[in-house]
């Protein structure tokens, strides 16, 4: 069997209403096995204006607007005409990238069919609960999620210490690396624009302190901000450069009245924006891989970040970055001050980075996915297609 005979039906929680690291890498999967020759069908909620065209056949699941973070919709499970088209597409694997409703549905589905089931971690979801003053939800949201994961076959996760995590929490005994990459064609060092970033408002002996991704609780703005709120006591000079927009940017602004906030970008306007920051910090501990920071490190910045999930097998410490214990802002700013007073100590980190993300291709990553695919229905003795 190869990749030509694969027929993925593959379900998510947002596959391009709303741009995210999650949705691109799923994106950039489906193009990969489309190229390869794959039938691919993608089940997912869908909107009158998506954030972009999405790779492959879209087909709409139920949902709903969830409460307080309107952007987003959680996918309800099935209903006759999702049924209706799986029966007709007649999938041999199912991919489930979410633990939502639909989710649970599609694992039930397949299940009930002898089917092989993969899923794929992009997100530390059981994190959120503690964002949101729901801190005691959090061992009731593993719990499920371990419920949800040992329902499949095998699991992917982004990176090593993100699996690492799950086999701690017994989530699933079949844990694969599913890596990210990166675009050099897009993020690259050379797109650096003095200009850009006087028109910002930055000036060129000013070094800029960036921030990258969408403006939400859980990607570390409280830390952030505190961080920059002590740079600004000892009486650091420096600049913060936001990128980026979300639900969150009024309590972001609020609490760093001084950065300078350009929204969203993308292709090579992002590059631009990123490559013009002189380093990232990047507080969050909810990423499972960090593709802020690799393409951050593409850009030849430094990197200053958490030491969580994703950011450890990224970053490596005292060379390409700093690596800071979660929520310690005197350590955090003791570290980007180290790289605010030491134009050299930054130009070699951000080098060093630049080399490190030259290993992270996106078809020879996308491959181990097709290549779990096959080896799960290997295992459970199946070629064809299965209604």
Known sequence: MSPADLRVALFSGNYNYVRDGANQALNRLVDY?????????????TVAEPAFEPAGDLVGVPSMRIPGRAEYRL?????????????QFRPNVVHVSSPDFTG?????WARK???PILTSVHTRFETYPRYYGLAVAEPLAVAIMRRFYRRTDALVAPSESMAEVLREQG????????ARGVDRTIFDPARRDMAWRRNNGIADNEVAVGFLGR???EKGIDVFTETIATLQSRGVAHKVLVVGEGPARDVFAEKCPEAVFVGFQGGADLARAVASMDMLLNPSITETFGNVTLEAMASGLPVVAARATGSTSLVSDGVTGRLITPGDTDAFADAVEAYIRDPALREAHGRAGELRSRDFAWDAINKVVADTYLRLIAERGGTGPQG
């Open 215 to 217: 403006l939400v609780l």
């Open 171 to 178: 989530m699933h005994e079949d844990i694969g690396i599913w």
């Open 75 to 87: 996918p309800l499970g099935f209903d006759a005409a999702v049924r209706r088209d799986l029966a």
């Open 33 to 45: 096995m489309l190229r390869q020759g794959a039938k691919v069908r993608v089940y997912a909620p």
């Open 104 to 108: 649970h549905a599609a694992v039930s």
């Open 113 to 115: 069919r002898g089917m």
